[in-house]
């Protein structure tokens, strides 16, 4: 069993849970994830490590109540725990001497963003973090962002805080006002990974997107992270979940994604209505 030590309301639906995991927390690295399971009759659900403490022996993961299984992890609270928590998975990120870095994230993202925003301004690059939320009550961490970066430009879609528009559109500006960019790392919705790609495309500026395809075994073993890249298959948990989005066959990664959509509102039908 897994204990909550810490849990956090960040913004409305977004939690931030700090799980005791000694071993974990000794091992994670930037754009690692785990997969956990509330109880035995839970399904199997993939979360990013969003920070890691070795001293305290715990990892923080932050999450959007999304469905069925976020929505009951929600419901959670300090002293419980979970019964399966299995990680660190995935490749970590690419971090190296780059020159300018942009960390792009939307949404629950912008909580697991910044150890790599961190880590990339520790190996000295220059790091700027474009935040994109939906509106002023959706932003959480500033003050731990602007820590990660040398510059932080937030943004909202309803212009209540920060500059007004979506984070590609923002990114557009920046190249044509100009600005170099020598790497792109992008989380959040696949929509705006895609746009953001396609925007750096002409550049030839490499812009890693972190897939979040959907995952059960998070191992490998189970073909349903599935995805195409560079013309070849690749399984986003264990070739990734990063991977350069000039070279992702979006269409397919789209399709895959919405597979189980009448599934998922019959799943939060049955446990809350
Ligand atoms: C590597 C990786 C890291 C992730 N990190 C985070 C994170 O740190 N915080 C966070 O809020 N979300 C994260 N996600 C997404 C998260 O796993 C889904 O939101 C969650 O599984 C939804 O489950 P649900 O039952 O609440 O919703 P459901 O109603 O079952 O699904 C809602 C949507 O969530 C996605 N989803 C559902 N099941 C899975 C699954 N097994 N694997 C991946 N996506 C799924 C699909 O897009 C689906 O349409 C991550 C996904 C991946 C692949
Ligand atoms: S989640 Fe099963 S192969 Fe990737």
Excluded at 69 to 94: H, M
Excluded at 139 to 165: H, M, P
Aim: hydrophobic share 40%; glycine share 10%.
């Amino acid at each position: 069993m897994y204990k909550i030590i810490l849990k956090q309301k960040l913004a409305p639906k977004i939690h931030l849970l700090k799980i005791k995991e000694p071993i974990l927390a000794k091992k994670s690295q930037p754009g690692q994830f785990v997969v956990l399971k509330i109880d035995e009759e839970g399904e199997r659900i993939p979360l990013n490590i969003a920070d890691w403490d070795e001293n305290e022996g715990s990892i923080d993961v932050v999450f959007f109540e999304k469905g069925a299984t976020t929505l009951k992890l929600a419901l959670l609270n300090e002293g419980d725990s979970i019964v399966s928590l299995a990680g660190p998975l995935g490749l970590p990120t690419q971090i190296e001497k780059f020159g300018h870095v942009v960390c792009i994230a939307a949404g629950v993202a912008a909580g697991f963003i910044i150890p790599i925003a961190k880590a990339m301004k520790q190996k000295g690059n220059k790091v700027t973090s474009l935040i994109w939320q939906k509106n002023k009550k959706m932003v959480f961490w500033e003050n731990r962002l602007a820590g990660a970066s040398d510059r932080l430009i937030i943004a909202t879609e309803d212009g209540s805080y920060g500059q007004k528009g979506p984070a590609p559109m923002i990114l557009k500006k920046m190249l044509e006002n100009g600005d170099t960019i020598d790497r792109i790392n992008v989380m959040g919705p696949g929509p705006m990974l895609k746009a953001c790609s396609d925007i750096t495309s002409p550049y030839g500026i490499k812009t890693i997107v972190s897939l979040h395809s959907i995952m059960i075994d998070g191992i490998g073993m189970c073909g349903s992270c599935r995805v195409s890249v560079g013309g070849k298959t690749k399984f986003a948990c264990v070739d990734g979940p990063d991977f350069d989005g000039h070279q992702v066959d979006w269409k397919l990664f789209s399709a895959r994604n919405n597979i189980y959509k009448n599934e998922e509102k019959i799943a939060v039908e049955q446990h809350f209505s």
